[in-house]
């Protein structure tokens, strides 16, 4: 089971997925042989049952893509995307060193967490793979990721990191933008993007990687020159627009005519 983002994070690479909402497994394979690295597949805005989200992952993995979930507030929900075969959660909300640790407690086996054990399922190969070799993989190959959205977060990011475990803190600026009373501005906002600044310098002196989201490749790019390692587009940002430049463009050539 390995995780070829959480490689190449530890190598100092940087990353592109897609953030998916949307249950569409041919989409995925696209996704898959345009030559991402992961899709960030919604579970938090986004519409999936239980066996839409395995089948989605199960497609991802066919087509080379490392799938991973941005998991609900429920509390089964790290345990269910894991259960599912995900080969890292990324979890909304984290805005304190406890909430933090709970993270690691639920993605964890023992003796690091206490996730629920079973060889039955996906990831384990349905019994063929089981004890303490498949726990240890499990526990070195899964990716953690929490979510630095709001104020208190941006506050305690230096506890939040420094739990055994977090191997990714990433920037939710929409989240952030609100949290700091600038829902209309966004994450232009000055005020936020000082937090936001502040956060890839505080990354960096501490050797904890970052992540953030864009709307499109322009944006994607520049959060790497900015310092992030890991990227995820808004896939309906992105066909939204793309759509919306098609249509007015014909409407451009049909005006000439």
Same mark, same amino acid.
């Given at each position: ?15 592109? $997925? @897609?953030?998916?909402? %949307?249950?569409? /497994? =041919?989409? @995925? ?5 345009? $030559?991402?690295?992961? @899709? ?6 986004? #519409?999936?049952? =239980? ?5 989605? %992952? ?41 909430? !933090?640790?709970?993270? @690691? ?5 023992? =003796? ?17 793979? &089981? ?16 979510? %630095?959205?709001?104020?208190?977060? !941006?506050?305690?990011?230096? #506890?939040?990191?420094?739990? =055994? ?17 600038? /829902? ?5 906002? /000055? ?19 970052? $992540?953030?989201? #864009? ?7 520049? #959060? ?25 463009? &014909? ?7």
């Amino acid at each position: 089971m390995e995780n070829a983002v959480k490689e190449k994070i530890k190598r100092g690479e940087q990353v592109l $997925g @897609v953030f998916l909402g %949307i249950n569409s /497994p =041919p989409l @995925v394979e696209m996704l898959g042989y345009a $030559g991402f690295d992961f @899709v960030l597949i919604d579970d938090e805005h986004g #519409a999936f049952s =239980p066996s839409e989200l395995e089948n989605i %992952i199960r497609t991802a993995d066919s087509v080379g893509l490392v799938p991973i979930v941005r998991v609900s507030y429920d509390r089964s929900s790290i345990q269910k995307a894991l259960d599912r075969g995900a080969k890292g959660v990324q979890v909304p909300m984290v805005n304190t060193k406890e909430d !933090a640790l709970e993270v @690691v407690r639920q993605a964890k086996f023992p =003796p690091y967490g206490d996730r629920g054990v079973s060889y039955s399922i996906r990831p384990a190969r349905y019994g063929k793979n &089981s004890g303490k070799p498949y726990l240890d993989q499990c526990n070195e190959n899964i990716m953690i990721i929490v979510h %630095i959205e709001t104020a208190e977060a !941006a506050n305690n990011f230096e #506890a939040i990191t420094a739990v =055994p475990g977090i191997d990714l803190a990433f920037i939710g600026s929409t989240d952030l933008s609100v949290s700091m009373g600038y /829902p209309l501005e966004g994450a232009n906002h /000055p005020e936020v993007q000082k937090v936001i600044n502040e956060i890839f310098i505080k990354g960096k002196e501490r050797n904890v990687p970052i $992540g953030t989201v #864009a709307s499109n490749i322009t944006a994607a790019n520049d #959060a790497f020159d900015k310092g992030s390692q890991y990227v995820g587009i808004v896939l309906n940002s992105l066909l939204t627009s793309t759509l919306t430049d098609i249509v007015s463009a &014909s409407k451009s050539i049909q005006s000439l005519k």
